[in-house]
Nanobody, 115 residues
Framework: QVQLVESGGGLVQPGGSLRLSCAAS????????MGWYRQAPGKQRELVAR???????NYADLVKGRFTISRDNAKSTVFLQMNSLKAEDTAVYYCNKAIYPQYSWGQGTQVTVSS
């Protein structure tokens, strides 16, 4: 059973940057495409970035050009570099497989963008 632990969130001013990390315990991580998701209050969880096993990436239009997803398969870790943050990026961020069936969701990491 893979467990996902997200970290790196916090309070940042508009225009600032954060780097999120997602560590996966257990086997199998390296063979799946992984994604970063976010859920803002009162909204559904949405996929914001996706990375394949080979490193190909896709981004939601709202974050394209500002966010960068990467992965270290040897360390079973996925990263999300977030630059030029906006208030509307405020949400709890989660990682998970970008295909079904997904792993159990971790607790996520809160990102708050506010002055």
């Amino acid at each position: 059973q893979v467990q996902l632990v997200e970290s790196g969130g916090g309070l940042v001013q508009p225009g600032g940057s954060l780097r999120l990390s997602c560590a996966a315990s257990g086997s199998g991580f390296s063979i799946y495409p992984m994604g970063w998701y976010r859920q803002a209050p009162g909204k559904q969880r949405e996929l914001v970035a996706r990375i394949t096993l080979g490193g190909s990436t896709n981004y939601a239009d709202l974050v394209k050009g500002r966010f960068t997803i990467s992965r270290d398969n040897a360390k079973s870790t996925v990263f999300l570099q977030m630059n030029s943050l906006k208030a509307e990026d405020t949400a709890v961020y989660y990682c998970n497989k970008a295909i079904y069936p997904q792993y159990s969701w971790g607790q996520g990491t809160q990102v708050t963008v506010s002055s």
